[in-house]
């Protein structure tokens, strides 16, 4: 993320995005992950009923069990052992400053809600995009 601060970014979020990336940084901790990553923060926003992302789910009318246990494989497969959270990921940070522009160009919000980063994530897999 060139530029723009964490801070700044973070200040973005709304509360509900605000509180999950604390908690998935916590539960990165829990894990021994040594950075927090996307999939840490989705996996603490599906905990909170009546988020974006469950709208989304119900909207898309997606497994919910399977998207779970697909949650699970991905933070499965993430390296353990650290003591402490060192950083977050490229991944995280882009889905964030991406999210923050769609939040403030396409729907003229001044935070980040939890749905704006999903946004992104569809248009990386329109055609002519590289994934």
Known sequence: MTGISRVAMFGKLNSL?????????????????????????????????????????????????????????????????ATSVSDFSGQLENALERGWTYSTLMFGESQIRTGHHRRDAEDDRSPGRAA
């Not at 990553?37 to 009546?50: C, S, Y």
């Not at 992302?53 to 919910?64: E, G, S």
């Open 17 to 81: 995005g605000y509180g999950a990336m604390h908690s998935a940084t916590s539960f990165c901790r829990l894990r021994g992950n040594p950075t927090v990553e996307l999939v840490h923060w989705i996996n603490q926003l599906l905990q909170v009923p009546d988020s974006d992302i469950h709208h989304i789910i119900d909207h898309f009318r997606l497994d919910v069990s399977r998207l779970a246990i697909d949650v699970q494989k991905l933070l499965d497969q993430l390296p353990r052992g």
